[in-house]
């Protein structure tokens, strides 16, 4: 089956599966899975909660930015973006520029429970996660809904969920060349 080639941005919340979709979506569709976290740690040789720790959060959204900007190919892409990429000012617009958006969403229990443990979410790292989890989201759900389809992940199974990404990504990709 042939896809259009045209990129694909997972944005949403840490914890709503960017990554795990991106990854059975570029593989259906034999496309490049590329994670935005994964690719600034490995341009700069430093890990998330470094950058964080030593340089700041807008150093690390800087890096963020030069990414979707110059950082990877124009096309033939699963972009799996980090939860606050899209939050900064003017990033929604560039990744509509560039391809199609989706948003993936989960509750906030799930949340939670995919992110506990993890020492790679510096925003995380706090007291009560649970609350800090609820400030981020209530902060970040208005743009998170302005960013395309919003696809939920909560208790379906992966391949439902990749069927449904697909299926909204042929459709939106046909109409972003337009």
């Not at 709503?16 to 994964?38: E, I």
């Not at 807008?58 to 963020?64: D, G, H, K, V």
């Not at 958006?101 to 790679?120: D, F, M, Y």
């Not at 706090?126 to 998170?144: C, G, N």
Request: with cysteine.
């Amino acid at each position: 089956m042939k896809f259009p080639e045209t990129n694909l941005y997972f944005v949403g919340f840490m914890g709503t599966g960017k990554t795990t979709v991106g990854h059975a979506v570029a593989q259906r569709m034999g496309y490049q899975l590329l994670d935005s976290d994964v690719e600034i740690e490995r341009k700069v040789g430093k890990s998330i909660p470094d950058i964080f720790a030593n340089e700041g959060e807008p150093a690390f959204r800087a890096l963020e930015k030069d990414f979707i900007e110059q950082g990877h190919p124009a096309e033939k892409c699963v972009v799996a973006c980090g939860g606050g990429l899209v939050v900064q000012p003017g990033m929604l617009e560039l990744l509509k520029s560039k391809g199609v958006v989706i948003c993936l969403q989960a509750s906030l229990e799930t949340i939670l429970k995919r992110t506990q443990g993890s020492r790679h979410r510096p925003l995380l790292n706090v007291e009560d996660p649970m609350e800090r989890i609820r400030a981020l989201y209530a902060a970040r759900e208005p743009i998170y809904r302005q960013a395309g389809t919003v696809i939920l992940t909560d208790g379906r199974p992966l391949a439902e969920i990749v069927t449904h990404v697909i299926r909204t990504y042929r459709r939106e990709a046909a109409e972003f060349g337009r």
